[in-house]
Nanobody, 124 residues
Framework: QAQLVESGGGLVQAGGSLRLSCAASGRTFSSNAMGWFRQAPGKEREFVADISSIGGSTYYADSVKGRFTISRDNAKNTVYLQMNSLKPEDTAVYYC?????????????????WGQGTQVTVSE
């Protein structure tokens, strides 16, 4: 069973940047796709980005395309989310998740392990 721990969240002004990290335990990290999701207050959890098991394929929600970059280091069992040009509407709790698949997916029900989340707050 894998455990995921996110870090790197915080308070930033609009236009700023943050880099989220997600450290995973377990032997299956390099065999599975990883994803980032977020949930804003009063809203449903939404897909942000995913990356295939070996990192060769990535996919982004339209709302973050061109501003966010997902990457992974399988030697370190870590997945990252570089967030640039942040907007107040990016404010949310960000979760990383490990999929049952090798290819990325935007469907949350295809992720079996989830982190506890890290808060990102973007001020005006």
């Amino acid at each position: 069973q894998a455990q995921l721990v996110e870090s790197g969240g915080g308070l930033v002004q609009a236009g700023g940047s943050l880099r989220l990290s997600c450290a995973a335990s377990g032997r299956t990290f390099s065999s599975n796709a990883m994803g980032w999701f977020r949930q804003a207050p009063g809203k449903e959890r939404e897909f942000v980005a995913d990356i295939s098991s070996i990192g060769g394929s990535t996919y982004y929600a339209d709302s973050v395309k061109g501003r966010f970059t997902i990457s992974r280091d399988n030697a370190k069992n870590t997945v990252y989310l570089q967030m640039n040009s942040l907007k107040p509407e990016d404010t949310a709790v960000y979760y990383c998740a490990q999929s049952v698949l090798k290819v990325g997916t935007h469907r949350s029900n295809e992720y079996i392990y989830w982190g506890q989340g890290t808060q990102v707050t973007v001020s005006e």
